[in-house]
């Protein structure tokens, strides 16, 4: 690819570009995709995380949107890896539900909330790179779904759980490693590798190619884009050399002290415990420099497998 096709990262572009009107096209393509039919996006929904500070969220961007059914699209980024992330998720649908009914509304105004979370990192196990979580409510004896009765717009009709209830999409891009041939594996490609077909018909993406090209940013924005990647570049190499030498070092902790305290009768037992406590060691002080470099709590958390406690306490 020439610099005068390079595109811009997608984190970057739902962070600064997709935040315009003119650009709602790319961010309408990709959740029409998801949904597998066509999503017109009327406005943005301004949050507590929705935060520009390039400081406060370079490991994570997002943005939330409604269409004209009032409908609710919560679009996440996450490049590093954090605790608690399912857990995140779903506090973050939940938030959107009750920041976005008003007050003496009924609760027939309650707007259904899609959340796509797209990650860089190894979310789990599992061997697919597109993950889909609905609700339904499942009779434990005969197997059949719930539909409950529901008045809209003065007439009586059923609906099903999963009509109301969130969706969760989780795009795991590290575990996309196909040839793009249809519109999701294309967006796909674009997410992982920022590669964009010229005869591209993929929703959203012909906007891309339009609107995400680097060198259509002035120079200020492409400096701070740069910075973008190089920042990125530098937490992904702190937290693997992190991994790596707090295992090295507490290993080689571990089997002298084991040894020092290893006698004919209790070696083995020396060993195992000096072991424990080398590597305990080499987590403190891994944990000591990576909070000297200003890597957030959730990153050293991941890094080193301390507690929160005892990060706040170094």
């Known amino acids: 690819m020439n610099a005068d096709n390079k595109y811009v990262r997608f984190d970057w572009a739902v962070k600064r570009m997709l935040r315009d009107k003119a650009n709602f096209g790319v961010l309408e393509g990709l959740i029409t995709v998801l949904l597998g039919e066509p999503v017109h996006i009327v406005e943005l929904l301004e949050s507590e995380g929705n935060q520009d500070r390039f400081d406060d969220k370079y490991n994570r961007v997002d943005i939330k949107a409604k269409n004209d059914l009032g409908e609710i699209f919560i679009v996440e980024v996450q490049l590093t890896r954090e605790m608690y992330y399912l857990e995140r998720i779903l506090y ?42 609905i609700s339904q409510f499942v009779g434990v004896h005969t197997n059949d779904t719930l539909r409950i009765n529901v008045k809209e717009e003065g007439v009586i009709r059923m609906k099903t759980p999963e009509e109301l209830f969130p969706e969760y999409y989780i795009i795991r891009v590290n575990e996309f490693n196909k040839i793009a041939t249809t519109p999701l594996e294309e967006w796909m490609d674009y997410l992982k590798n920022g590669h964009i077909k010229d005869d591209t018909s993929a929703p959203g993406l012909a906007e891309a190619r339009e609107k995400l090209q680097y060198m259509m940013m002035n120079d200020g924005d492409r400096h701070a884009y740069d910075e973008h990647l190089n920042a990125i570049m530098i937490q992904n190499d702190v937290l693997s050399t992190a991994r790596e030498e707090g295992l090295a070092q507490g290993k080689e902790e571990g089997r002298a002290e084991g040894r020092a305290e290893g006698r004919a ?35 050293i958390m991941e890094a080193t497998g301390l507690s929160r406690e005892d990060i706040e306490a170094l």
């Open 92 to 133: 973050g649908t939940a938030k959107a539900i009750t920041e976005h009914i008003k007050l003496g509304d009924t609760y027939g105004d309650i707007k259904k909330v899609y959340s796509i979370s797209i990650v860089y990192f190894d979310l789990g196990k599992g061997a697919d790179y597109l993950y889909h979580g």
């Open 265 to 299: 009768e209790g070696r083995a037992e020396g060993r195992a415990e000096g072991r424990a406590e080398g590597i305990a060691e080499g987590k403190t002080e891994v944990a000591r420099k990576l909070k000297a470099m200003g890597v957030s709590a959730e990153g």
